[in-house]
């Protein structure tokens, strides 16, 4: 009896063991983090326009309803076309005509062989439901060396600084939007939009993940030097970019789970970056000399399509 | 011919009687970890390794019944378990798209599918040893109830079947434990798999707060993600079994357990 007694003494031990190791907080990801609440996201925006910008329209847009819309896009959309008269300029951008926008946005998307025919109709598609003033800038790696997103994204976000852009938003390819309510405009501190994505089942891996889809104003990215250009490779130059922000004392934001909402699509995975880790320790010491101020490539071509601005670069 | 087990004793003649039991309750420990490790190089192999293991079980269920319990068939049981949990905490979770809330959950019908098994093996255990039912009259003579289990060697009451995956006798008094532990089994291995498979593959929302696996393409490009993938295969097929068993449990032995209850129900009704 009394090794049954014990027996049952270390059955639970063990038992209440596996629960307090396997509770860690820091083994899971988070369905539930600080969110601006949808009534105040009007609140928390950065209303400003590119400096170029000629509107026509007699009356200011209003958001209220779009920032209020429970509907959501079917990524089916990416094989449809685009509405006739959509009135895309070329380089693909837009200005609303029916009233005066609020924001302008420079969306800067790095690309490397993906499906972009289809990004490019969903986006469109789904911008027109915002009335915002956008461009689409498609940065496009033409050389044999491993994927640099981030060294793109500078390249992307110097071009829609050139242009006149106030706010940008760092854009991967294969993620779509799902939420037309999820504004593409710039809150008063950067915000990682791209928090609830399906591939992760709707968790948000780690509270300070700021990869995907993130906006900053152009102000901000320039305060913090832009982005590294070191990471060749997948991984960690979102990281970076944050340990940046947090150098220079900006907090990011970001909206609730269901508004964040994105689909991404499956594909090759890149390889992981080898020197990753070590670059990232050392995020902080680089910041002033490696970025947009040590920008050096070569740029191979800048063509004004209909749907994008594509910038072919060679690192 | 009564066909017996492949065992180490039979390979290696020479080793002591003994030795036979560690052996067997130890290989699969060994061979299964292994199976899986295999399955994950590509999606043929994994379907391979599935259908052997798959045959093995089959196999199992047609020879005739060894004389002598064996501990692999319970080895087997428990290394399936330690290696779906192992995979489950270290890789599915490491990938951190699981909330704590999904894992406690997890955890809390885990833990009550290891405490009904448990109870149901100390009752049998306690059955055997003891010779009598607990709160009955243990009737020394043979009644229409008792039988003689031939796997265990001993006559029990009121047998209902022995199960070589637990390695214990199901009688009357843990018969509800071994249903309460297959029915929180199911629950645990359902939910342990759809947490698994819509981390690895690319999930959709299904209904409100339930996401399935959509696309799993892309679930052998690196290892974690195809031992995780080939584990909640495993899993899923598992589930299959224990559906299997709790339906064979409902159409045969439901009836028969309550049969007296129902007996005596119809005779007041009737009186």
Not at chain 2, 129 to 152: H, I, M, N
Request: hydrophobic share 45%; with cysteine.
């Amino acid at each position: 009896m009394r090794c049954s007694y014990r027996k049952k003494i270390i059955y639970g031990v063990i038992t209440i063991l596996i629960f307090i190791i396997f509770s860690h907080p820091g083994l899971y990801g988070r369905s539930s983090y600080e969110f601006i609440e949808k009534h105040n996201i009007l609140k928390y925006l950065h209303e400003e326009v590119n400096v170029n910008l000629t509107s026509n329209a007699f009356t200011n847009c209003d958001y209220h309803d779009i920032i209020n819309d429970e509907t959501t896009l079917s990524p089916n959309l990416i094989e449809g076309d685009l509405v006739e008269g959509h009135g895309i300029r070329d380089g693909g951008e837009y200005i609303p005509q029916d009233c005066r926008p609020k924001f302008s946005t420079a969306i800067i998307v790095p690309y490397r062989a993906e499906q972009l025919r289809g990004f490019l109709v969903y986006m469109h598609t789904f911008f027109r439901r915002q009335r915002i003033h956008y461009r689409i800038f498609i940065i496009e790696q033409v050389d044999s060396r491993p994927f640099n997103r981030a060294k793109l994204l500078n390249i992307g976000a110097a071009a829609a600084i050139n242009a006149g852009f106030p706010c940008i938003v760092l854009h991967d390819v294969d993620l779509l939007p799902l939420r037309p309510s999820n504004l593409y405009a710039c809150t008063k501190q950067p915000r990682h939009m791209s928090s609830s994505i399906n591939k992760f089942r709707f968790v948000l891996p780690y509270l300070t993940l700021f990869g995907g889809v993130i906006s900053i104003r152009t102000s901000q990215y320039k305060m913090v030097n832009g982005m590294s250009n070191e990471y060749f490779g997948w991984g960690a130059e979102d990281d970076d970019l944050y340990s940046r922000l947090r150098a220079c004392n900006f907090k990011i934001c970001r909206f609730g789970p269901e508004i964040s909402q994105y689909h991404m699509f499956s594909h090759k995975l890149q390889r992981k970056g080898k020197l990753r880790s070590d670059l990232l320790s050392f995020a902080r010491k680089r910041m002033a000399a490696d970025g947009l101020s040590s920008l050096h490539y070569l740029e191979v071509a800048t063509v004004l399509h209909p749907l994008f601005t594509h910038i072919m670069v060679d690192l | 011919m009564v066909s017996s087990a492949l065992t180490i004793q039979d390979i290696l003649p020479f080793r002591a009687n003994n030795k036979k039991v560690d052996m067997d309750a130890f290989l699969p420990f060994i061979v299964l970890p292994f199976l899986l490790l295999i399955a994950t190089i590509s999606r043929t192999i994994t379907i391979i390794i599935m259908v052997v293991i798959g045959m093995g079980v089959l196999y199992v269920y047609t020879r005739p019944r060894q004389k002598n319990r064996s501990p692999f068939f319970f080895s087997w049981t428990m290394s399936s378990a330690v290696t779906m949990f192992l995979v489950f905490e270290i890789i599915i979770l490491g990938l951190l798209e699981v909330t704590q809330l999904e894992n406690f959950i997890f955890l809390l019908l885990l833990a009550c599918t290891c405490y009904f098994f448990y109870k149901m093996k100390a009752i049998a255990d306690f059955e055997l040893a003891t010779g009598s039912s607990k709160g009955k009259e243990y009737s020394p003579v043979l009644t229409s109830d008792s039988y003689y289990c031939q796997v265990c060697q001993i006559e029990v009451n009121e047998r209902f079947f022995h199960s070589i995956w637990w390695d214990c006798c199901v009688l009357r008094p843990n018969y509800v434990y071994f249903l309460a532990g297959q029915i929180c089994a199911f629950a645990t291995l359902l939910f342990g798999t759809n947490l698994g498979l819509t981390t690895v593959c690319q999930p959709f929302i299904f209904y409100g707060l339930i996401l399935l696996p959509e696309d799993c393409n892309d679930a052998y490009y690196e290892f974690d993600l195809s031992l995780g993938f080939v584990t909640c295969v495993y899993g899923v097929g598992y589930l299959f079994v224990i559906a299997l068993v709790l339906i064979r449990q409902l159409l045969i032995y439901l009836p028969k357990y309550s049969e007296p209850q129902w007996r005596k129900l119809v005779n007041v009704l009737n009186v």
